[in-house]
């Protein structure tokens, strides 16, 4: 067996099913792994190592295990280097392969070389390499426990071209069974005498429930003690919202009862949270004077905060022994529940936003929402249009969004396909914004290639509305530059890629498109042309706008 084979064996030893790829030919022998084990594990030919890096992020979210990406030497990781930096600020599994230059030349700066230990060094999880080919079952299995165990997240594995085409009889190796990472017993008795005595508790869930598969642990923890409970920035689907504890999303804009009760918090709870700076509104929302408890399994994340109680664990032991120890919440704590889900409820009803220009995302969304399940993969971009679907869509099932809380443009088309492998079974809706979609649109030909009936839905105002709003804010109207953009007819450069694409330009005309693009087989497309002047659906960002 060549040393690439033996990458692939040990990956399909592991549970690894999915690998993205732009082909290079530093790794021809694990290509020919790839295809030799075609039927196990699935293999897709993206356009650039941007979208495959992106399409193994969301697949990695919402699948919760990792998926692989084989890319060539500098250009290819560098390329790369968007998607695993997402991964890591997001916490998600992932494995890159990096076909690398002869161990020969190595250090000499020699063709296309770049040293993968220093260029992710601060990016990704880990960075592994090995020139002893022997070392390469060994060497895969570790990047796989790393990408996996307490906070996941990317890793590299850099291996010289001469190594992967030398021949090993290293046998490959099984997965190791792990144990979860159990609670201290004193801190969690803590914890819960601080929950159970506090008349304003507050809880933060956030990317560790979706990863360790723990929402029905969070509810049943929330609801023991009658908790109010706000998603993570970008997490909407850490537990049903229609649940009398989920209080609201933790987004860029803040709506007033929800900052109010920030603000009047005397204990702020953050269970698989790391407490990111949109989400925490850089650090403010921690320097209220409430005491902070920290459930993470990291301890590195743990020790950047100043917490009252930092626990060292995975969610479903901490959830299951904090519930356990905590009493009955009292009639004010129940109301206080109710309340706020209220507040969260009529926040996200739509009507109570009226729309400049002629498509109004919140009636978009709304629309959507009565028509496609819950259990749809939703899947947006960075940009202001994604507000729309953090304002007006009510998650209800997990694992079903999918979006960069790394805030990376260009992720909702790649995010769709890795989504939709992630979850075949589940449709697959991604918003981008014109910005986005010219970053990695192209991938589009990927979904028609791999016969991947995506749905993509460009919300285009032609211009880069988010930073566009900066420029108005800050300098007032009139000082764009770089901001106002010419749009392509994104319907025509679908149907270029062989997608089936539709235009809409009013409300009313999208309920008819949108059922329509659905029934098409394979990819499709909507081009939704919206007005800059509707820029978040929030009187002050929506009034920045000229
Ligand atoms: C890769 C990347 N480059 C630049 C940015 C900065 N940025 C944030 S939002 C944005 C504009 C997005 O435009 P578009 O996709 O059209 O969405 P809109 O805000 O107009 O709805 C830019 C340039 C970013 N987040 N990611
Ligand atoms: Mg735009």
Known sequence: MKGGEAVIETLLAHGVDTAFTVPGESFLYALEGMRRHADKIRTVSVRQEGGGAFMAEAFGKLAGRPAALFVSRGPGSSNAAIGVHTAMQDSTPMLVFVGHVNSASMGRESFQEIDQRAFFGSVAKAVLATEDVDAIPALTADAVRLATEGRPGPVIVQIPRDVSSSDTDAA???PVARSDRAPEAQLIERAAAMISTAKRPLVIA?????NQDASPALTEFADAAALPVMSAYRRLDVMDNGHVCYAGHLEINRFDSQLQTIEESDLVIAIGSRL???TTADDTMLSTGAPLIHIYPDRTVLD???SAVAIDADMKPALAALAALLSAPDAARRARREA???EFLAFSQPGNFTAYGDVDLARVIDTMDRIVDQETSIITDAGSFSRWIHRYRRFAKPHTKAGPMSGAMGYSVPGAIGAKLARPEQEAVAFV???????????????VEQGLPIRVIVCDNSVHGSILAG????????????????????????????????????????EEAFRAMRDVDGPSLMHLITDKRDIAPYGEGREAVH
Request: glycine content about 12%.
């Open 206 to 210: 956030g990317e560790m429930i979706s």
């Open 172 to 174: 490959v190796l099984q």
């Open 304 to 306: 950047r905060f100043d």
């Open 340 to 342: 706020l889900h209220n």
């Open 276 to 278: 990111d700076g949109i």
């Open 433 to 447: 914004g014109d910005g986005g979609f010219m970053m990695t649109g192209q991938e589009m030909v990927t979904a």
């Open 471 to 510: 420029q108005d804010k800050t300098f007032g109207a009139g000082h764009d530059i770089a901001t106002v953009l010419r749009s392509p007819d994104f319907a025509a450069v679908a149907r270029a890629y062989g997608a089936e694409a539709c235009t809409v330009r009013r409300t009313d005309d999208f």
